[in-house]
């Protein structure tokens, strides 16, 4: 089989690492801009290598650390040095109370102990708690499970600042199948009132490469190039064909023949290449909103005096309306990003509904979030650096039911020639759920292809 990988995000990567191991022949990737690795990116920063996209990976699921291992022997992992959260609200920083799975309590005692929340909040949360056990579950809208199960201070203060901040979304009318099976089994087994917190794993649940995760991708695009893989950068796809029963794959290299495709690229670009062959794959891809974000990375000659060593960020809950959704105290979380004694800050921006860091220049966003960050620590913040990263339409969102969606995107091509879909869209934005995709896709292009 000769497969074509459109896209050289981690998604498309592992699609080739997982093709070659699965014998396919013959496997070209093509990324469109100059470098592999999409939104993972590590950069130097005041002489030491940040991230500027992803900074770890979960490792509940074993695809990252299985595809680290296989391109990779000599790994050197690096866990976070820093776990703690703190909510912003009003102009007080709160710890969040112990025991929360993703900001969900599982007890009453977590609520009570919420001080973030004002004591009608916690008294109609309690309440809630004990009389909505049932609360109604026949919904995949996360916002609405939790603000029937807890009422709404709990889903703005609490899970909203969480699930929310790591999708870039609200979570209102956000699958909760999706982005946060936990929280649906703590809901479940709440009805049968037996929750079991699931056992802990032996490693930590978050590791990162001390080198920077673009090594990964480097240790990939290595293994595939030795092995005879063709990866082309700077050739974007600028359409695709059909041309008997396989794919011409169009680029400014020419036309080339395929017998199947993997489109690893996010969900506009992958609905502009099927517009005129499936147009209703095409308006499904397109029914999949996105938002942007930015991050500013600040440099400080100290660490912030009120943070204490074991918090790693602060997080800004929707209804406070700052610009900020999270601070992330890197000189505390990756203490091998910056020299010892000194602060470096990571400040996230943007959420689904929030456009306003793309009205901002660079200047006027860096002004911006260093008068909430200041405003937040009661310190006034004084940068040695400072660096905007902007992610345009970069975490899809994931509307209630959207493996109905994937599931009819994948049946609306089963009459092309073999097709697949990988990537952050697909089934998480996670870089393990990314992989995760990827063998999939690869698994579905040579089951199709052993049928034929
Ligand atoms: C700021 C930020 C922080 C994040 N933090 C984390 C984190 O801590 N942990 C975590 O697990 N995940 C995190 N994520 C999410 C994770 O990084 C992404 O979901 C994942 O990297 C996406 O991989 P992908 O391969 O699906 O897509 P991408 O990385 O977007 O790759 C798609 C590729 O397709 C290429 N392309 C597009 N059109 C074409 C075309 N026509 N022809 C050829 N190539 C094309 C693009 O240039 C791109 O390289 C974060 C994301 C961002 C933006």
Not at 127 to 141: G, I, K, Q, V, Y
Not at 308 to 332: C, M, Q, W, Y
Not at 423 to 429: D, L, M
């Amino acid at each position: 089989m000769n497969l074509a990988i459109v896209g050289g995000g981690i998604a498309g990567l592992a699609a080739a690492v997982k093709s070659y191991q699965s014998g396919v022949e013959a496997i070209t990737l093509f990324e469109g801009s100059d470098r592999v690795g999409g939104k993972i990116r590590t950069s130097w920063f005041l002489g030491h290598l940040i991230e500027e996209g992803p900074d770890a990976f979960l490792t509940r699921e074993p695809y990252a650390l299985d595809l680290a291992a296989l391109v990779a022997s000599d790994n050197d992992f690096v866990s976070p040095s820093a776990s703690a959260a703190l909510i912003g609200r009003s102009h007080r920083l709160y710890r969040l109370p112990k025991g929360l799975v993703l900001g969900a309590p599982t007890s009453a005692r977590q609520i009570i102990q919420a001080d973030l929340l004002t004591s009608t909040e916690r008294a109609s949360a309690l309440a809630h708690f004990f009389l909505r056990p049932h609360a109604e579950l026949s919904t995949d809208n996360l916002g609405l499970a939790t603000r029937r199960r807890y009422g709404r201070a709990v889903e703005d203060y609490l899970i909203d600042p969480l699930v929310g901040g790591i999708n870039a979304s609200s979570i209102d009318h956000t699958s909760m199948e999706i982005v946060a099976p936990a929280i649906a089994k703590i809901l479940q087994s709440r009805r049968q009132s037996s929750f079991s917190r699931p056992t802990q794993p032996a490693r930590p649940p978050f590791l990162s490469v001390r080198d920077g995760l673009e090594s990964l991708v480097a240790a990939c695009t290595a293994f595939l190039i030795d092995r005879g893989v063709t990866v082309k950068v700077s050739t974007p796809v600028k359409a695709l064909e059909i041309q008997n029963r396989g794919w011409v794959v169009r680029t400014s290299d020419g036309d080339q023949l395929f017998d199947a495709v993997i489109l690893a690229t996010p969900p506009a670009q992958s609905s502009d290449l099927l517009r005129n062959l499936a147009a209703p794959a095409a308006e499904l891809l397109n029914g999949i909103p996105t938002s942007s974000v930015a991050i500013i990375t600040v440099g400080l000659a100290r660490p912030p005096v009120r943070i204490e060593s074991d918090i790693s960020g602060i997080l800004s809950p929707a209804p406070e309306k700052r610009l900020i959704t999270a601070v992330s105290f890197a000189h505390n979380k990756w203490p091998h990003w910056c020299e010892p004694g000194t602060g470096l800050l990571r400040i996230s921006v943007g959420r689904r509904f929030d456009l306003r860091h793309t009205q901002l220049s660079d200047d006027a966003l860096v002004a911006r979030v260093l008068d909430e960050a200041s405003g937040l620590l009661n310190e006034k913040l004084d940068p040695t650096e400072t660096r905007v990263t902007r992610w345009p339409s970069s975490f899809p969102q994931f509307l209630p039911h959207h493996r109905k969606r994937i599931e009819l995107l994948q049946e609306t091509v089963t009459s092309l020639p073999p097709l697949a879909f990988a990537g952050a869209y697909v089934g998480g934005s996670g870089i393990p759920t990314c992989i995760k995709s990827a063998h999939r896709a690869v698994d579905r292009i040579i089951q199709t292809t052993s049928d034929t």
